[in-house]
């Protein structure tokens, strides 16, 4: 009974963790346009409210492993609930100033829990990976449809507009602190296989390692972008701040709808090429659909949260299903995250720049659709039922061979 009680409270604390690490940051796209006006924003200068999360994101993925080694995977996890807190306390001072910090500080935690949850995954639930990986997408998918949803309305709620609305998120990460809290009695170290020397390069040398990267960075970069724009891409197309930021709440609860789909789905499928070619493919559809016909926006909307959504969900688990132990898994998400998320940070900058060039969203989308190409042509080979050791050893086989 008190085993289960624990399990419980585990699960719990992980889904709870999992609605910190989008909803902060992607509760503000419905906000940008009150952002810049309130304080003369260009379409630049906004556009890096979505960036410099994601260039947290590359920064400090790398060191999240590190931590995890020296003070545990549970005290890592809740100084990054903690930093995103500070960070949340920050941004919505009102200044410039304070709203670039803060978001840098509340990526700079976002990072360590993107990180550390699917080592902590791999460490304590290795026969159920894929479930809990879809389970958690499935949570920060929810969390931030609700962010998108209620952005608005809690701005127009008070006098200090969007800082409030900003402000309000701060409710998220201090119920999870509390929730995690007993976890720090618990557990204070990771797995015994993460107390050694890193797998890191072992990991760098792999090319199944860097398939994985490039999947989950193409599709990381395509959705922040989306993600960041869409509200004014509807705008622009026609339709009211209150008809985009509504659509903006949809898009992000349709990239939690695959995690129904996909939970019983990856437990029988010991290869997943077809899976990840087929999902970067509707996410390409869902992109050609807003560009040309607009005026079925809420169709396009639902098939790229999809087809996105299922992407993330496959890329995450392809963290812990091509790894051979929780350390390896942290290695590779720290890689993966690392570098996509730094492909990923170019993104919603790169496409406001082009917007302001052209005051035209083709050819932002019509790279976006390209990104989802080489996105289903890397899933190809990610999806193979391989880990690293295994494609490592029979490299050296046929080296060997070969001398």
């Not at 993925?61 to 500070?86: F, N, R, T």
């Not at 090429?273 to 050609?288: E, H, K, P, T, Y």
């Amino acid at each position: 009974m008190r085993k289960s009680i624990k399990t419980g409270l585990l699960v719990a604390g992980i889904l709870l963790i999992a609605t910190n690490l989008r909803a902060p940051i992607t509760g503000v796209a419905p906000l940008l346009a009150m952002i810049s006006e309130s304080l003369l924003l260009s379409t630049t200068q906004a556009g890096l409210l979505t960036t410099l999360p994601l260039l947290a994101f590359a920064l400090v993925s790398p060191i999240a492993s590190y931590l995890a080694k020296e003070y545990g995977l549970e005290p890592s996890i809740m100084g990054a609930l903690s930093v995103i807190a500070v960070g949340i306390l920050i941004r919505s001072s009102g200044s410039v100033s304070a709203l670039y910090l803060g978001t840098v500080i509340i990526g700079c935690g976002i990072a360590i829990g993107n990180v550390l949850l699917p080592s902590l995954l791999k460490r304590d639930f290795p026969a159920r990976i894929s479930t809990f990986t879809a389970v958690y997408v499935l949570t920060m998918g929810i969390g931030s449809a609700i962010s998108s949803a209620i952005a608005v309305p809690l701005a127009q709620f008070d006098d200090k507009g969007w800082a409030f609305s900003m402000g309000c998120f701060i409710v998220i990460p201090l119920l999870s602190m509390a929730l995690w809290f007993p976890q720090m009695k618990n557990h204070t170290q990771p797995a015994e296989d993460t107390l050694g020397l890193p797998h890191g390069g072992k990991v760098w040398r792999s090319p199944l390692a860097w398939q994985v990267t490039f999947f989950l960075g193409l599709n990381s970069f395509i959705s922040y972008i989306i993600i960041g724009w869409l509200p004014t891409i509807l705008i622009d197309a026609g339709y009211s701040a209150s008809q985009a930021g509504a659509m903006h709440g949809l898009l992000q609860l349709s990239t939690a709808i695959p995690g129904l789909l996909l939970i019983p789905a990856l437990a029988r499928l010991k290869d997943q090429r077809g899976l990840a070619f087929g999902v970067s493919v509707a996410a390409m559809l869902g992109i050609l659909g807003l560009l040309y016909l607009p005026e079925f926006a809420l169709l396009w909307t639902l098939i790229f949260g999809f087809g996105a959504g299922a992407g993330l969900i496959l890329g995450l688990s392809f963290i812990s299903l091509r790894t051979d132990n929780s350390h390896q898994a942290a290695a590779l998400s720290g890689m993966s995250q690392s570098i996509g998320y730094l492909l990923a940070a170019m993104g919603p900058a790169l496409v406001g720049s082009i917007y302001s060039a052209t005051n035209s969203w083709v050819i932002p989308l019509v790279l976006c659709a390209s990104g989802c190409g080489f996105c289903a042509l890397f899933g190809l080979f990610a999806g193979r039922g391989l880990t690293i050791n295994a494609q490592l050893s029979a490299g050296c086989e046929k080296a060997v061979q070969v001398t």
